[in-house]
């Protein structure tokens, strides 16, 4: 017979602590110069990653976002001599 150990109901927490707002990514603007303007809005107090890909397939991180306040805005210098380029929001584990 095996030896069980009582765990206290106290010590047990089934809820989830993360992000529990929708967040969005938006196109604020195109500098020829400056690149891209993107503008991130979401639930406070998270990090977050822009990432970017030219393909829609393969992604790569441009940046990680402190978002302190609820919006953030974030400027991609890579994207001025770009046809085109797509962007989506992660949030890091």
């Given at each position: 017979?095996?030896?069980?150990?009582?765990?206290?109901?106290e010590a047990i927490f089934l809820g989830?602590?993360?992000?529990?707002?929708?967040?969005?990514?938006s196109v604020a603007g195109f500098d020829?110069?400056?690149?891209?303007?993107?503008?991130?809005?979401?639930?406070?107090?998270?990090?977050?990653?822009?990432?970017?890909?030219?393909?829609?397939?393969?992604?790569?991180?441009?940046?990680?976002?402190?978002?302190?306040?609820?919006?953030?805005?974030?400027?991609?210098?890579?994207s001025t001599n770009l046809q085109q380029?797509?962007?989506?929001?992660?949030?890091?584990?």
């Open positions: 017979m095996k030896n069980y150990q009582k765990i206290p109901e989830y602590i993360g992000v529990s707002q929708p967040c969005s990514l020829p110069i400056q690149g891209t303007h993107l503008l991130f809005t979401g639930q406070a107090g998270f990090n977050y990653k822009i990432q970017a890909s030219k393909d829609l397939i393969n992604w790569a991180d441009m940046a990680l976002l402190v978002n302190s306040n609820g919006v953030v805005l974030f400027v991609d210098p890579y380029r797509f962007y989506r929001t992660v949030i890091p584990y």
